[in-house]
């Protein structure tokens, strides 16, 4: 198979490339979709999670930026702490100002 995917690739004058550079690719695309890490470990048939993981979250730091973002935009925050304004319990900034007035 290895030898006839090779010769395709030739004729198709791609530039050399393995199966398993195709199907590591693949994987990555998927995740750059933002596919489930366990729905690529299915697809590539690894045994477990772990390997899919290993390999694949060192490939794609901005997959885990991006998990980070989704992350924090659903953190409640106050209408304050939004705006960048620091307040305590009580609704005072450091200062002693009261932020109602």
């Known amino acids: 198979m290895t030898a006839?995917?090779?010769e395709l690739?030739?004729?198709?004058g791609?530039?050399?490339i393995r199966l398993h550079d195709l199907r590591h690719g693949a994987a990555t695309l998927a995740l750059a979709a933002g596919a489930d890490m366990k729905v690529v470990q299915s697809m590539l048939r690894?045994?477990?999670i772990t390997v899919t993981m290993d390999t694949?979250?060192?490939v794609l730091p901005e997959?885990?930026?991006a998990a980070a973002e989704a992350t924090a935009k659903i953190v409640?925050?106050?209408?304050s702490r939004q705006l960048g304004h620091v307040t305590d319990?009580?609704?005072?900034?450091?200062s002693g100002r009261n932020t109602s007035g």
């Open 4 to 6: 006839r995917f090779q």
């Open 9 to 12: 690739t030739r004729q198709a």
């Open 14 to 16: 791609l530039p050399p």
């Open 46 to 48: 690894h045994s477990s």
């Open 56 to 58: 694949y979250t060192t």
């Open 63 to 65: 997959v885990a930026l």
């Open 76 to 79: 409640p925050r106050s209408a």
């Open 89 to 94: 319990h009580c609704g005072r900034r450091p």
